[in-house]
């Protein structure tokens, strides 16, 4: 059973800079897909940006159109945590941002895809 843990997050004004984390443990498997996702009130869950770590070829993601460029997720195998840093934050950034990992050799963009989730945290971005 795989525990995602979740920090970061809180309030901060457009144009600022936010990190989140996301510590696994339980892990069995060595090839996996996390992903970060955000759900914004009456929205459907989005992703904002995933990464695979395959240990024979290394590291790919994907982010969303709507954070290109202001999001970065990264990850420390040493610590089992992939982070997800967040700058030029915008308003419609607001959410709750969750964390999500699956035994996976490719990209999931779906989170009916994935088997476990983080606790969520909240993020808002004020004018």
């Known amino acids: 059973q795989v525990q995602l843990v979740q920090s970061g997050g809180g309030l901060v004004q457009a144009g600022g800079s936010l990190r989140l984390s996301c510590a696994a443990s339980?892990?069995?498997?060595?090839?996996?897909?996390v992903g970060w996702f955000r759900q914004a009130p009456g929205k459907a869950r989005e992703l904002v940006a995933a990464t695979t770590w395959i240990p024979w070829s290394g590291e790919s993601t994907h982010y969303a159109d709507s954070v290109k460029g202001r999001f970065t997720i990264s990850r420390d195998n040493a610590k089992n945590t992939v982070y997800l840093q967040m700058n030029s934050l915008k308003p419609e950034d607001t959410a709750v941002y969750y964390c999500?990992?699956?035994?996976?050799?490719?990209?999931?963009?779906?989170?009916?895809?994935?088997?476990?989730w983080g606790q969520g945290t909240q993020v808002t971005v004020s004018v």
């Open positions: 339980g892990r069995t498997y060595s090839t996996y897909c």
């Open positions: 999500a990992d699956k035994n996976s050799l490719v990209i999931q963009t779906s989170p009916d895809l994935y088997d476990y």
